[in-house]
Structures are given as C-alpha cells and as structure tokens.
C-alpha cells in the first residue's frame, strides 16, 4: 500500500510540474490547449491560452467555450472553478478556490468554487476570492479584489470589490473563435 501510495503522489507531482513549467510555457497554443485537455481540463478545445499560466488541480476546472486566457494567469481547481462561454481573464488575473483558515491553529486550508458567467470580462491583476458568484456580463476592474458575488453586468473595482456601474445589457457577440485564427504560436 505504501509504495501505491508514494506513486500516487509522485503522479500528482510530476503533473503539476509538467502543467506549469513545460506546457505552460510551451510555444504552440494548440498543444497547450490539446495538453489542458489530456490533463484534465474540462473544454470544448475551442479556448486561447497564452503562455506563462499557472494551474492547481486541472481536473477541477471548466472552462466554457469562446474563452481567452491571458499570460501569466493562475486558476485554481481545487474546490471547482466554472468559467462560462465567451470569458476574457486578462494577464495576471488571480482565481482562488481555496485558501488558508487564519483562526484555525493548523492553518488549514478553506475554500468554495468559483462560478464566472457567460461575457464576463476579468481585468488585469484583479484577484477573485474563494465561494465567489461572478454575474453574467459583469467587468471586474483592473487590480480589484473580490470579496462578494458580483451581480450580473455590473463594473466592480477596489480593494474590496465594490460596484461602482453597470454594462449595458446586448446580445454580445464576442469571444474566442478557432475557425477564425490562423497564428499557432502565441
């Protein structure tokens, strides 16, 4: 049991380490998306993710069709992380699932899924925080911290996240589409 145990881990290790240090970095961004999917990624296939991201427990996450990922984002899949269709996480945007329990004595970690709706739009270095509900069509600011669920086509932004608008409400018509896209490498 015990070396059934050790390659266990060791399977999970390597993972991590293939995800985030070679695929992500790797320069087609068909494989890295074909990669995603063998790892565990729930997609249509039909996403762009740009170099340098970062992933905790890919078998955790859904990512929806039309979305566009940019460099250097982390997602975290350890509680669940849903991402609707056509969602734009801009560079060095932050998803939390789980974090650490600060009145526990072992520090133990806490946390709840991350639901992001359709259209919604995740500005640069904004950081979403576990048990978050992001609206449809809702704009979280650059450099935000959400702390509580975002209505839907609202504009959030601080330190914390309060509403400070609203996006009108159209029949959106944006988002990622392979067919459309002729580069490879990016």
Aim: aromatic fraction near 14%; include cysteine.
């Amino acid at each position: 049991m015990a070396i059934r145990k050790y390659l266990y881990f060791f399977k999970f290790s390597f993972s991590w380490w293939f995800i985030n240090s070679i695929l992500s970095s790797f320069p087609s961004k068909h494989f890295r998306v074909w990669g995603l999917r063998k790892m565990g990624v729930r997609t249509s296939g039909n996403i762009r993710i740009y170099q340098g991201f970062h992933l905790r427990n890919p078998k955790g996450i859904y990512i929806g069709d039309g979305v566009s990922i940019g460099p250097n984002v982390l997602l975290d899949g350890r509680k669940e992380l849903y991402i609707g269709n056509n969602v734009v996480i801009a560079y060095e945007a932050i998803i939390w699932t789980l974090n650490h329990d600060y009145n526990d004595i072992h520090f133990s970690g806490k946390g709840a899924p991350v639901v992001i709706g359709d259209y919604a739009w995740i500005c640069c270095r904004s950081i979403i925080l576990p048990g978050i509900k992001i609206g449809e069509g809702a704009v979280v600011a650059s450099g935000a911290v959400v702390t509580k669920d975002v209505p839907p086509y609202s504009i959030v932004a601080g330190v914390p996240a309060r509403v400070i608008g609203s996006r009108e409400k159209k029949n959106w018509n944006y988002g990622y589409n392979k067919k459309n896209d002729h580069t490879h490498f990016m």
